[in-house]
Protein backbone atom coordinates (compact mmCIF):
# COMPACT_ATOMS: atom_id res chain seq x y z
CA UNK A 1 0.00 0.00 0.00
CA UNK A 2 1.26 3.14 -0.95
CA UNK A 3 1.59 5.39 2.35
CA UNK A 4 3.28 8.18 2.14
CA UNK A 5 1.86 11.18 2.96
CA UNK A 6 3.39 14.50 1.88
CA UNK A 7 4.78 17.12 4.08
CA UNK A 8 3.71 20.54 2.30
CA UNK A 9 5.72 24.00 2.41
CA UNK A 10 4.22 27.33 2.62
CA UNK A 11 5.68 31.07 2.13
CA UNK A 12 5.13 34.34 3.56
CA UNK A 13 5.50 36.61 6.79
CA UNK A 14 3.09 36.80 9.36
CA UNK A 15 0.58 39.59 9.08
CA UNK A 16 1.57 42.88 11.82
CA UNK A 17 -2.00 41.97 13.20
CA UNK A 18 -1.92 38.08 13.60
CA UNK A 19 -0.24 35.71 16.21
CA UNK A 20 -0.46 32.13 17.89
CA UNK A 21 -0.12 30.73 20.93
CA UNK A 22 1.99 27.96 22.11
CA UNK A 23 2.83 25.40 24.94
CA UNK A 24 6.29 23.79 25.67
CA UNK A 25 7.66 20.37 26.12
CA UNK A 26 10.12 19.08 28.13
CA UNK A 27 13.78 18.11 27.01
CA UNK A 28 15.81 14.94 26.40
CA UNK A 29 18.92 13.74 24.32
CA UNK A 30 18.76 15.78 20.83
CA UNK A 31 18.34 13.90 17.65
CA UNK A 32 21.33 14.03 14.86
CA UNK A 33 21.59 16.24 12.52
CA UNK A 34 23.91 16.48 9.17
CA UNK A 35 25.70 19.37 10.99
CA UNK A 36 25.60 22.11 13.60
CA UNK A 37 23.73 25.17 12.40
CA UNK A 38 25.17 28.55 12.99
CA UNK A 39 23.54 30.92 14.59
CA UNK A 40 20.12 31.90 12.74
CA UNK A 41 16.97 33.79 13.22
CA UNK A 42 14.30 31.47 13.83
CA UNK A 43 11.97 33.03 11.13
CA UNK A 44 14.39 33.00 8.15
CA UNK A 45 13.43 31.89 5.21
CA UNK A 46 15.57 28.16 4.26
CA UNK A 47 17.08 27.93 1.27
CA UNK A 48 14.85 26.30 -0.98
CA UNK A 49 17.37 23.84 -2.58
CA UNK A 50 19.27 21.05 -0.69
CA UNK A 51 23.26 21.75 -0.22
CA UNK A 52 24.99 21.01 -3.89
CA UNK A 53 25.68 17.49 -4.31
CA UNK A 54 22.09 16.27 -3.39
CA UNK A 55 19.06 16.15 -5.47
CA UNK A 56 16.24 18.49 -4.61
CA UNK A 57 13.52 16.95 -2.86
CA UNK A 58 10.26 18.35 -3.96
CA UNK A 59 8.06 19.93 -1.16
CA UNK A 60 4.05 20.73 -1.19
CA UNK A 61 1.73 23.26 -0.11
CA UNK A 62 3.95 25.94 -1.45
CA UNK A 63 1.19 26.23 -4.61
CA UNK A 64 -2.29 26.66 -4.80
CA UNK A 65 -2.62 25.41 -7.87
CA UNK A 66 -0.61 22.42 -9.18
CA UNK A 67 -0.75 20.28 -12.30
CA UNK A 68 -4.29 21.53 -13.02
CA UNK A 69 -5.93 21.64 -9.63
CA UNK A 70 -6.74 24.24 -7.39
CA UNK A 71 -7.64 24.94 -4.29
CA UNK A 72 -10.78 26.69 -3.79
CA UNK A 73 -10.86 28.42 -0.05
CA UNK A 74 -14.44 29.50 0.38
CA UNK A 75 -13.26 30.74 4.16
CA UNK A 76 -10.14 32.11 3.97
CA UNK A 77 -10.34 34.31 7.18
CA UNK A 78 -11.84 33.30 11.13
CA UNK A 79 -12.27 34.86 14.46
CA UNK A 80 -9.63 33.45 16.91
CA UNK A 81 -11.04 31.52 19.46
CA UNK A 82 -14.52 30.91 17.67
CA UNK A 83 -15.32 27.85 16.45
CA UNK A 84 -15.93 28.36 12.39
CA UNK A 85 -17.05 26.37 9.56
CA UNK A 86 -14.32 26.21 7.04
CA UNK A 87 -15.30 24.87 3.43
CA UNK A 88 -13.24 24.41 0.72
CA UNK A 89 -13.31 22.97 -3.09
CA UNK A 90 -10.63 21.61 -5.41
CA UNK A 91 -11.44 22.50 -8.64
CA UNK A 92 -9.93 20.66 -11.90
CA UNK A 93 -8.49 22.61 -15.15
CA UNK A 94 -12.35 23.62 -16.20
CA UNK A 95 -13.08 24.94 -13.14
CA UNK A 96 -15.59 21.87 -11.77
CA UNK A 97 -15.20 20.78 -8.34
CA UNK A 98 -13.29 17.34 -8.00
CA UNK A 99 -15.85 14.85 -6.58
CA UNK A 100 -14.27 11.76 -6.58
CA UNK A 101 -10.57 10.93 -5.19
CA UNK A 102 -8.32 7.91 -4.18
CA UNK A 103 -8.32 6.89 -0.32
CA UNK A 104 -5.11 7.33 1.28
CA UNK A 105 -4.38 6.29 5.12
CA UNK A 106 -8.13 5.65 5.02
CA UNK A 107 -9.25 9.20 3.64
CA UNK A 108 -10.15 10.70 0.44
CA UNK A 109 -8.43 14.03 1.58
CA UNK A 110 -5.95 14.88 4.73
CA UNK A 111 -6.73 18.64 6.16
CA UNK A 112 -3.67 20.40 7.72
CA UNK A 113 -4.13 23.61 9.06
CA UNK A 114 -0.66 24.97 10.90
CA UNK A 115 0.20 28.80 12.46
CA UNK A 116 3.05 30.46 10.06
CA UNK A 117 5.41 30.44 13.43
CA UNK A 118 4.76 26.52 13.24
CA UNK A 119 3.43 26.45 16.93
CA UNK A 120 -0.54 25.76 16.57
CA UNK A 121 -1.46 22.74 14.76
CA UNK A 122 -4.86 20.73 13.50
CA UNK A 123 -5.20 17.61 11.70
CA UNK A 124 -8.68 17.33 10.22
CA UNK A 125 -10.85 15.20 9.13
CA UNK A 126 -13.57 17.56 6.59
CA UNK A 127 -16.80 15.68 5.05
CA UNK A 128 -17.38 16.05 1.67
CA UNK A 129 -20.73 16.92 -0.01
CA UNK A 130 -21.87 15.86 -3.34
CA UNK A 131 -21.09 19.19 -5.16
CA UNK A 132 -17.59 18.42 -4.27
CA UNK A 133 -17.51 21.06 -1.69
CA UNK A 134 -15.71 20.07 1.69
CA UNK A 135 -15.95 21.51 5.18
CA UNK A 136 -15.22 21.38 8.93
CA UNK A 137 -15.32 23.14 12.30
CA UNK A 138 -11.68 24.47 13.17
CA UNK A 139 -11.22 26.48 16.33
CA UNK A 140 -7.49 28.37 16.16
CA UNK A 141 -6.55 29.46 19.69
CA UNK A 142 -4.80 32.63 18.73
CA UNK A 143 -4.54 35.69 15.82
CA UNK A 144 -2.39 35.18 13.22
CA UNK A 145 -1.70 34.30 9.44
CA UNK A 146 -2.07 30.24 9.06
CA UNK A 147 -1.68 27.93 5.98
CA UNK A 148 -3.86 25.41 4.95
CA UNK A 149 -2.61 22.08 3.26
CA UNK A 150 -5.01 20.00 1.53
CA UNK A 151 -3.32 16.52 0.63
CA UNK A 152 -5.14 14.07 -1.72
CA UNK A 153 -4.82 12.43 -4.97
CA UNK A 154 -8.03 12.79 -7.54
CA UNK A 155 -9.48 9.55 -8.79
CA UNK A 156 -8.51 10.43 -12.63
CA UNK A 157 -6.37 7.92 -14.64
CA UNK A 158 -2.64 8.58 -14.33
CA UNK A 159 -3.33 11.59 -11.61
CA UNK A 160 -0.46 11.80 -8.96
CA UNK A 161 -0.49 12.93 -5.19
CA UNK A 162 -1.11 16.52 -4.57
CA UNK A 163 -0.65 19.03 -1.80
CA UNK A 164 -1.88 22.26 -2.52
CA UNK A 165 -2.00 25.34 -0.22
CA UNK A 166 -3.76 28.57 0.86
CA UNK A 167 -3.52 31.23 3.27
CA UNK A 168 -5.99 31.82 6.00
CA UNK A 169 -6.38 34.34 8.38
CA UNK A 170 -7.20 34.16 12.33
CA UNK A 171 -8.46 38.01 13.48
CA UNK A 172 -7.87 39.30 16.95
CA UNK A 173 -4.98 40.68 18.45
CA UNK A 174 -1.61 39.96 17.85
CA UNK A 175 0.96 38.54 20.08
CA UNK A 176 4.39 37.25 18.57
CA UNK A 177 5.27 34.19 19.32
CA UNK A 178 9.14 32.18 18.75
CA UNK A 179 9.67 28.83 17.50
CA UNK A 180 9.93 26.41 20.30
CA UNK A 181 14.23 25.25 20.97
CA UNK A 182 14.95 22.06 19.38
CA UNK A 183 14.69 18.90 22.04
CA UNK A 184 13.97 15.23 21.74
CA UNK A 185 11.44 14.18 24.35
CA UNK A 186 7.98 15.59 25.04
CA UNK A 187 5.07 14.97 27.17
CA UNK A 188 1.67 15.50 25.85
CA UNK A 189 -1.61 13.97 27.95
CA UNK A 190 0.64 11.93 29.91
CA UNK A 191 2.62 10.31 27.03
CA UNK A 192 6.16 10.58 26.69
CA UNK A 193 7.31 10.65 22.87
CA UNK A 194 11.36 10.63 22.20
CA UNK A 195 12.54 11.68 18.80
CA UNK A 196 15.65 9.46 17.62
CA UNK A 197 17.42 9.48 13.84
CA UNK A 198 18.54 11.85 11.21
CA UNK A 199 17.03 14.26 9.13
CA UNK A 200 19.22 15.21 6.26
CA UNK A 201 19.29 17.69 3.45
CA UNK A 202 18.24 16.02 0.11
CA UNK A 203 19.02 12.72 1.91
CA UNK A 204 16.27 9.91 3.23
CA UNK A 205 17.10 8.77 6.77
CA UNK A 206 15.02 7.02 9.56
CA UNK A 207 13.10 8.87 12.33
CA UNK A 208 11.97 6.86 15.24
CA UNK A 209 9.42 7.89 17.65
CA UNK A 210 8.95 6.06 20.82
CA UNK A 211 5.80 6.25 22.89
CA UNK A 212 5.90 5.38 26.93
CA UNK A 213 3.38 5.96 29.67
CA UNK A 214 3.92 6.56 33.38
CA UNK A 215 7.74 5.28 32.63
CA UNK A 216 6.13 1.61 30.81
CA UNK A 217 6.35 1.70 27.11
CA UNK A 218 3.30 1.29 25.24
CA UNK A 219 3.16 -2.15 23.57
CA UNK A 220 -0.95 -1.35 22.45
CA UNK A 221 -0.68 1.13 19.92
CA UNK A 222 -4.06 1.38 18.05
CA UNK A 223 -3.69 1.68 14.12
CA UNK A 224 -4.19 5.28 12.79
CA UNK A 225 -4.72 6.33 9.08
CA UNK A 226 -3.54 2.75 8.17
CA UNK A 227 -0.39 3.10 10.04
CA UNK A 228 0.51 2.98 13.88
CA UNK A 229 1.62 6.69 13.82
CA UNK A 230 0.85 9.56 11.41
CA UNK A 231 3.64 12.19 11.16
CA UNK A 232 3.94 15.36 9.49
CA UNK A 233 6.82 17.62 8.90
CA UNK A 234 6.77 21.27 8.12
CA UNK A 235 9.68 23.50 6.75
CA UNK A 236 10.53 26.79 9.27
CA UNK A 237 9.63 30.03 7.15
CA UNK A 238 8.19 28.82 4.40
CA UNK A 239 6.03 25.93 5.64
CA UNK A 240 7.44 23.54 3.06
CA UNK A 241 5.20 20.05 3.58
CA UNK A 242 7.63 17.21 3.31
CA UNK A 243 7.26 13.68 2.03
CA UNK A 244 7.28 11.07 5.47
CA UNK A 245 6.72 7.20 4.42
CA UNK A 246 5.40 4.87 7.57
CA UNK A 247 7.93 1.55 7.67
CA UNK A 248 5.64 -1.14 8.29
CA UNK A 249 1.94 -1.13 8.66
CA UNK A 250 -0.50 -3.13 10.81
CA UNK A 251 -1.55 -6.46 10.27
CA UNK A 252 1.87 -6.94 8.16
CA UNK A 253 3.24 -9.73 10.25
CA UNK A 254 6.55 -7.30 10.90
CA UNK A 255 5.12 -4.02 12.72
CA UNK A 256 4.52 -4.08 16.02
CA UNK A 257 2.39 -1.71 17.87
CA UNK A 258 4.82 0.09 20.27
CA UNK A 259 6.30 1.18 21.96
CA UNK A 260 8.48 2.50 18.41
CA UNK A 261 7.13 4.28 15.10
CA UNK A 262 9.96 4.30 12.17
CA UNK A 263 9.06 6.39 9.51
CA UNK A 264 11.41 7.72 6.37
CA UNK A 265 11.49 11.47 5.56
CA UNK A 266 14.04 13.61 3.14
CA UNK A 267 14.76 17.36 3.83
CA UNK A 268 14.83 19.46 1.18
CA UNK A 269 17.13 21.73 2.28
CA UNK A 270 18.74 22.58 5.32
CA UNK A 271 16.56 24.66 8.17
CA UNK A 272 14.27 24.61 11.12
CA UNK A 273 11.57 22.02 10.75
CA UNK A 274 8.19 20.88 13.27
CA UNK A 275 7.32 17.32 13.26
CA UNK A 276 4.05 16.72 14.39
CA UNK A 277 3.23 12.65 15.40
CA UNK A 278 -0.32 11.77 15.63
CA UNK A 279 -0.91 8.46 17.18
CA UNK A 280 -3.92 6.42 18.87
CA UNK A 281 -3.65 4.63 21.80
CA UNK A 282 -6.78 3.37 24.29
CA UNK A 283 -9.49 5.28 21.47
CA UNK A 284 -7.61 8.48 21.66
CA UNK A 285 -5.44 10.65 19.26
CA UNK A 286 -2.66 12.22 20.60
CA UNK A 287 -0.13 15.08 19.21
CA UNK A 288 3.33 15.49 19.87
CA UNK A 289 5.47 17.96 18.01
CA UNK A 290 9.31 18.57 18.11
CA UNK A 291 11.65 21.41 16.38
CA UNK A 292 14.51 20.07 14.41
CA UNK A 293 17.09 21.89 13.09
CA UNK A 294 19.24 20.35 10.12
CA UNK A 295 22.51 21.69 8.88
CA UNK A 296 23.84 22.02 5.26
CA UNK A 297 25.28 18.65 3.74
CA UNK A 298 28.43 17.85 5.16
CA UNK A 299 31.80 18.49 3.22
CA UNK A 300 33.26 15.21 1.92
CA UNK A 301 35.61 15.53 5.04
CA UNK A 302 33.38 15.59 7.51
CA UNK A 303 32.87 13.31 9.99
CA UNK A 304 31.61 13.74 13.08
CA UNK A 305 27.92 15.88 12.54
CA UNK A 306 26.88 17.42 16.05
CA UNK A 307 23.37 16.63 16.67
CA UNK A 308 20.66 19.30 17.46
CA UNK A 309 16.69 19.04 17.71
CA UNK A 310 13.80 19.71 19.56
CA UNK A 311 10.66 18.48 20.84
CA UNK A 312 7.73 20.43 21.80
CA UNK A 313 3.95 19.72 22.71
CA UNK A 314 1.19 21.29 20.37
CA UNK A 315 -0.92 23.87 22.08
CA UNK A 316 -3.86 21.59 20.66
CA UNK A 317 -4.84 18.51 18.37
CA UNK A 318 -7.98 19.37 16.48
CA UNK A 319 -8.88 15.54 15.52
Known amino acids: MHTGLRITAFAAALAATFGTAYGVGSMAEPVVAERAPAPHDEHRRPSPEPHAGHGATPAGGLQISDKGYTLDLATPRVTAGQRAELRFTVRDASGDAVTSYRREHDKELHLIVASRDLVTYRHLHPTRAADGTWSTPVDLPSAGGY ?49 AGSLRPGKAGELKLK ?98 ATTEHSDGHGH
Open 147 to 195: RVFADFTPATKGAENLTLGADLAASGRYEPARLPAPDSAVTTDGYRVEL
Open 211 to 308: VSRDGEPVTDLQPYLGAYGHLVALRSGDLAYLHVHPNGEPGDGATRPGPEISFTATAPSAGTYRLFLDFRHQGEVHTAAFTVRVGPAPDAGDRDPAPE
